[in-house]
């Protein structure tokens, strides 16, 4: 049974997918309410308000994965989470529309002064002059960022007769030609437009994107507008600027530390604010939850996920043709880390065929992962595997070949170092299942899974018999056997499997055997 822990307010509706999962225990609660040990969570539910520190992961020995049911993950540590091999996946579009509305929202709200109006009016007063506004229509939009959420505004705007401009520097030309907006340079935006609205994610480049120097080249009586991440925005600069009466005024929905505080751009009268609503709409609030609920069942049933932070993303269709290979990567990982039980500093995988059509980067990972399994005590999967080797001064390379050797695919891994270097190869045949086809330069053929046995041995008479004969007097049955050599009389290897694992004793028994140069067992799933 899984343990879910969904701290932070998630809306239960939206956890259905988990809820009505047999699988799943579900606790709805705060990391703190003690509604279940941390030790024991396997998957963690949040919004912005939990900060998933590395500390907190340390705490949490059994989580496999962390679902943000919104968009920013600035509040996880993914390079943490990823060393640890953690899951993190979010909802990247649940609540755009949402966010979009409530951004056009507050730019409307801050061109007509309506929340100063509103308070006014409360307060028993009736100042229409103090509130003389200006119109949207004909004036110049600047979008810094032209995501999801910058695309809806851009569309929204243009339908108020807004002209939009646009800097962002991962969007084509084309893109912005059929969203109808123009784009431009960040200085050009910053000398054009009426209002700016932010709209990217706080990244090293983003954290004060608009601070003292880039506002001082925006026109003279400019809104800015903030409903992305606190930070995108320099707020002590934002507070000078518009205390000069350079910047008219400015709409936030989001700040550097949440909630603010005593905080000098709460005291400005033509600051609007908001605590961090922009997603916080009962559709964009289901939307994301059943997302990610969606996503954490996904994972644990072993089906893809479409939305990690730390995994490459995959329709339904490659899964389902990457999910063989997979498989076998890892076995070869295991397969190659077992036979090969030396010191190793670089690991190559090589893809041929069917094989190398697919995301090859993702297969390297599951050899690695295989390939760890048995070697160092972090638990390692497709997420950390590259940190792990890298760390352990492994290098990995991948390649590409034309030669599949006669089959339709293979997966050909070397690992070397210390000047010795061995190699596997395998390949998928469709309706039949995963096979291995050389070891160490032994053309071989056997189905990786289950207890084996890899014998290297000198090629003489009575070694088979000999081994046979051990098995037979401890009751053991041989599953399947497969030999493999180069030349009469050489170098030659034999690949038992067996119904269980073979005991310390009988193994003790077979490498004292004649003409026996190494024995290792593998344990395959
Ligand atoms: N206030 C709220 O409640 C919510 C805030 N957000 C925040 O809104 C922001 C945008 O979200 P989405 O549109 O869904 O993200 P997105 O990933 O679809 O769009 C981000 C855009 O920013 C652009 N970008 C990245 N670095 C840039 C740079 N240095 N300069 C200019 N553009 C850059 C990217 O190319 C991309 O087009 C995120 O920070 C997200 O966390 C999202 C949802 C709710
Ligand atoms: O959970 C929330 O309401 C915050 C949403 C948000 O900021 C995001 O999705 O990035």
Redesign the pocket.
């Known amino acids: 049974m899984f343990q879910v822990l969904a701290a ?1 307010s998630i809306k239960e509706q939206g956890l259905q997918p988990l809820l009505e999962w047999k699988q799943a225990q579900v606790y709805s609660g705060g990391i703190d309410s003690g509604l279940v040990s941390l030790e024991k969570v396997d998957a963690l539910l949040v ?3 939990t900060k998933v520190t590395a500390e907190l992961l340390d705490s949490m020995p059994s989580l496999k994965i962390v679902g ?5 993950v600035d509040n996880i540590d993914i390079t943490a989470a990823t060393k640890r091999g953690i899951v993190v996946v ?2 990247p579009d649940g ?1 755009t529309i949402s ?1 979009a509305e409530h951004t056009f929202a507050m730019m409307a709200a801050l061109m007509r002064n309506i929340p100063q109006a509103h308070a006014n009016v409360k307060s028993g007063q009736w100042n229409r002059n103090q509130f003389i506004g200006n119109e949207l229509y004909g004036k110049m939009l600047g979008i810094v960022g032209l995501g999801r959420i910058g695309s809806e505004l851009a569309k929204r705007a243009k339908a108020f007769g807004m002209s939009v401009k646009v800097y962002d520097p991962f969007l084509t030309t084309e893109r912005a030609e059929v969203l109808g907006v123009q784009l431009s340079t960040f200085d050009n935006v910053l000398q054009e437009a009426d209002i700016i609205s932010v709209h990217t994610p706080l990244t090293k480049e983003t954290n004060g994107l608009l601070n003292e120097r880039t506002l001082s080249k925006t026109k003279k009586g400019v809104y800015l507008l903030n409903c992305a ?1 606190g930070g995108i925005i320099d707020e002590m600069a934002l507070a000078h600027f518009i205390e000069i009466g350079h910047v008219a005024g400015a709409a936030l929905d ?1 700040f550097k530390v949440e909630p603010p505080g005593d905080h000098p751009l709460l005291s400005l009268d033509s600051v609007i604010v908001t605590p ?5 709409t009962r559709e ?2 289901l939307n ?1 939850a059943t997302q990610v609920a969606t996503e954490i069942r996904s994972f644990f049933e072993n089906k893809p996920v479409a939305n990690s932070i730390n995994l490459p993303a995959m329709s339904k269709d490659i899964y389902e043709k990457i999910q063989p290979f997979h498989q076998l990567a890892k076995q070869m990982g295991k397969i190659v880390s077992e036979c090969h039980n030396k010191g190793v500093n670089e690991l190559t995988a090589t893809y041929s065929g069917t094989a190398a059509e697919l995301e090859t980067s993702y297969l390297t990972k599951a050899l690695l992962a295989g390939f760890f399994e048995n070697r160092i005590e972090v638990k390692v999967n497709e997420v950390n595997a590259i940190h792990i080797a890298k760390e352990r001064g492994i290098m990995v390379g991948e390649k590409v070949t034309g030669n599949s050797f006669g089959y339709a695919n293979t997966v050909t891994v070397t690992a070397s170092g210390d000047g010795e270097a061995f190699t596997a190869r395998g390949t998928y045949i469709d309706h039949y299942g995963p096979r291995i086809v050389s070891l160490d330069g032994f053309n071989i053929d056997f189905h990786p899974s289950g207890n084996l046995l890899y014998i290297q041995h000198m090629d003489r008479p009575g070694v088979i018999g000999n081994v046979g004969r051990i098995l037979g007097d401890h009751d053991v049955n041989i599953a399947t056997m497969q030999v493999g050599r180069k030349e009469a009389g050489g170098e030659a290897i034999m690949v038992l499997s067996f119904d269980k694992p073979l005991s310390d004793e009988m193994l003790t028994k077979l490498e004292s055997l004649q003409d026996i140069v190494t024995i290792n067992t593998i344990t395959l799933s």
Do not use: F, K, M
């Not at 943000?68 to 920013?72: E, F, H, K």
């Not at 961090?276 to 916080?280: I, K, Q, T, V």
């Open positions: 932070d919004r912005s308000a943000r049911a919104g968009v920013g979010n909802a609540n966010t991440r989001v961090h609503l922009g997603a916080s964009a609030q994301v």
